[in-house]
């Protein structure tokens, strides 16, 4: 079973239907969410993805968000103890952005093997932990 971790990025052009990328968005988490893969997301998306919801009281949108990310598919990974180091090294070494340190950190801890990211300059990084971090056309 291959472990792959969805960058915030893609969730929010699934969610929203992004004009430009959201039918990639849905094609990568259609592949994703079939038996021989497993998703692992952190509890940040989904804070930050209801966010909006919650501020219009979009019960169906909570709801939706919520039933998907709590569903069989999908792993919420906690920021774990052991993400700390990774975290800082990818903000020391790399200047990367805090919640995209955060992001990979967390996906590096929990040994997946795909890191999927709309974001170019993540791309070009190797991080311990996680096979490959790879752009929308990431074949899987």
Do not use: W
């Amino acid at each position: 079973m291959s472990r792959i971790y969805l960058d915030s990025n893609l969730y929010v052009y699934y969610f929203e239907g992004h004009p430009e990328f959201g039918h990639l968005a849905r094609s990568i988490v259609e592949r994703a969410r079939q038996p021989q893969h497993r998703i692992f997301s952190s509890l940040f998306v989904l804070s930050e993805l209801l966010v909006e919801p919650v501020r219009v009281k979009d019960e169906f949108r909570i709801a939706s968000l919520n039933r998907f990310f709590r569903s069989d598919a999908v792993t919420l990974l906690p920021y774990a103890p052991e993400a700390v180091s990774i975290y800082a090294s990818l903000r020391a070494d790399h200047r990367v952005k805090p919640l995209d340190a955060l992001h990979l950190a967390n996906a590096a801890c929990a040994g997946t093997d795909l890191f999927i990211t709309n974001d170019t300059a993540l791309k070009q990084l190797s991080v311990p932990g996680i096979g490959a971090i790879a752009g929308f056309d990431a074949q899987f």
